[in-house]
């Protein structure tokens, strides 16, 4: 089946500090979506990832596609307060009806 | 627009007690109905899937099962839970009929506890 390793578990940083979080996929990916889940919340969709090398930003936010299409990265620059959450990785499984998801990166901000 | 109703948003339920979680969506017609849960940590685990009225896909085998008997309603049950029920349980939906190309929308899950 679908295999996705998403790392780091945990990251905690200092305010205005940057931060990144990986996931890896052990075969070749058609795309890859990001979601963010704030404490005590639901996962939101943030943006899905399609092309190979693709590079999308949202604000303080760079979403990257690997070239091979097996791995992607979410980095948050100078990350404030409201960055807290846990960023999953999702990618198709084994069918065409569902995501599977990474672990997730918890990500704490300390003020 | 689209919405997803799920409730309630917190249960507590003593073990060998049935379980019923609702869910509805609305603004959207035959949309993808899924059933997750998030257990003690943070890993999103797929239950049950639907992409039609009776048609249910189960993932994991355990101890729960879905229905779906209308098109923007999923229902999660259980005859008897077991402390390993308890979690966080999130409903979600998506409009296409490849999830991998349409995000998953979801719903303010219901937090169970099993005693």
């Known amino acids: 089946g679908q295999q996705v390793m998403q790392i780091p578990q945990y990251q905690h940083v200092q305010e205005g500090e940057d931060f990144t979080t990986y996931c890896n996929s052990s075969?070749?990916?058609?795309?890859i979506q990001w979601y963010k889940q704030r404490p005590g919340g639901h996962p939101v969709f943030l943006i899905q990832?399609?092309?190979?090398?693709e590079v999308k930003k949202q604000k303080r936010l760079t979403f990257q596609f690997g070239e091979a299409k097996k791995n992607s990265s979410l980095h948050i620059t100078a990350t404030q307060t409201t960055d807290v959450g846990t960023y999953f990785c999702?990618?198709?499984?084994?069918?065409?009806?569902?995501?599977?998801f990474g672990k997730g990166t918890l990500l704490t901000v300390n003020p | 627009s689209q919405t997803i109703h799920q409730w309630p948003a917190t249960l507590v339920q003593p073990v060998g007690s049935p379980l019923s979680l609702e869910c509805t969506v609305e603004?959207?017609?035959?949309?993808?109905l899924y059933w997750y849960r998030q257990a003690a940590g943070r890993g999103l685990q797929l239950l049950f899937y639907?992409?039609?009225?009776?048609?249910i896909s189960s993932e994991v085998p355990q101890n729960l099962s879905a229905s779906r008997p209308q098109d923007r309603q999923f229902i999660l049950s259980s005859k008897k839970l077991l402390l390993s029920d308890s979690g966080f349980y999130l409903c979600?939906?998506?409009?296409?009929?490849?999830?991998?190309?349409?995000?998953?929308?979801f719903g303010n899950g219901t937090r169970l506890t099993v005693t």
């Open positions: 990832l399609v092309k190979s090398g």
């Open positions: 979600a939906w998506s409009r296409l009929l490849r999830t991998g190309d349409s995000p998953l929308h």
């Open positions: 999702a990618l198709k499984g084994g069918s065409n009806y569902k995501l599977t």
């Open positions: 639907s992409v039609g009225i009776g048609q």
């Open positions: 075969t070749t990916l058609s795309n």
């Open positions: 603004g959207t017609s035959n949309p993808n």
